[in-house]
């Protein structure tokens, strides 16, 4: 489950081109933040490259990317390249079949930050490759998780939405804003269609002319998507986005990466919230969000942590000293799982959330503003800003070295829920 958005520079306060997402998915998953250098490949010494199931032909040259993935997949949830590409992807429901295992949606991603560098380019990678490979493979991380893909693409002057349903697809160019969450949203408004996607719709009685023919209709599983809450997670975004059309700021896309739905309580789950909380029998966990600023100047706020609500969007540029490990995955690795320990402390009750969150505001308040208004001195508050969370990180957990967390809010099954999932959290 995740929720992806993106506003072009028209209805954006400052002109650029605004990314941002959450990526949902299993509690304990460590979700890394990872800087790959581009690269030259010899076609004689590496002729392929290794993706999560297959290995597909590699190319003589890969972009530098930073992505935001899972530590077991090869692909990504979201990322960027040097050129200021950005894609997320969505798990969607449809009612095609299942494929062979093959390229899955984040191999997708990964792919087209490595080998395009622009939306358009990134589109049509994904649409030949699809093409070529088809999709299939499980994308669970403790139990099997099946599901076709959705794609949301920008750069600094364009965006684009991609959804698939097995074989088939749909595109169209992004007006003002859009969102894309666990469910099909595309109608009859699509700019680009797989050339067999209507007649396959009327083959298989899900309309009866081409004139009826919507993708989302003809194409959706009804039942996933409704338990998924995706439409109304949708909703929510495109509500949020709506109401601030025209002055739209890398600080909005924060506040509704972290917003939660009305019926939210902090003791339970929240499978219909952007800011996803685990807890429960259905629904993932938001495990990492960043947003991105694509203007003459591209930047980036990142948590490398679960829980936006919770956690410290970090100011990032791409350049030598950004504050990412490249190609270190132990180190993103531990680094996220410092960070679990923190939220998991704070949903147990034992760290005084009030507090945090105060000191949190603060350090946004000071840091974000600056980094987004003094172009000049960015890269210096990048570091310092880094620092700074990491000394606000220890001040909280220090206390709670080498004690166990233990869980007393919230119902039996939210406690014990969390009392197994942090028992079995990796060290």
Known sequence: MCDTMVAVPSAT?????????????GANEPHLVVRYPAKDYDPD???????TYVAIPQVAHTNEVVLLKP?????????????????????VFTREKKGETSLIGMDFLRLALERTATAQQALELIIGLLELYGQGGNC??????????????????????LETAGKYYAAKKVKDFYAISNCLSITNDYDIIHPDAISNAIKKRRCKIDSEFSFAACYSDKLFTHFAKARGRRCQAMQKLEASKGHITALTMIDILRSHAPEFREDTSSVGSICMHGGGLIGDHTTGSYVASLGKEKYYFITGSSLPCLSVFKPAVLDADMPVPTEDEESAKRFWLRLE????????????????????DAFEQKYLKDFCDNAPNRAKLMKESWLKVAELVEKYLKPFEGKDIVFAKGGFRYRSYWTKKTAGLKK
């Open 140 to 161: 669970g991380y403790d139990h099997e998780f099946h599901y076709h893909n959705s794609f949301l693409i920008a750069d600094g002057n364009e965006a684009y939405v």
């Open 13 to 25: 306060s400052g002109g650029a081109m605004l990314f941002a997402k959450n990526s949902d998915r």
């Open 45 to 51: 010494v590496e002729p392929s490259v290794k993706l």
């Open 341 to 360: 320990r923190l939220n998991r402390l704070i949903l147990s009750g034992q760290i005084d959330k009030a507090a945090y969150i105060a000191e949190r």
């Open 71 to 91: 530590d077991w997949i090869w692909g990504a949830e979201m990322g960027f390249n040097e050129f200021g590409l950005n894609i997320g992807n969505e798990a």
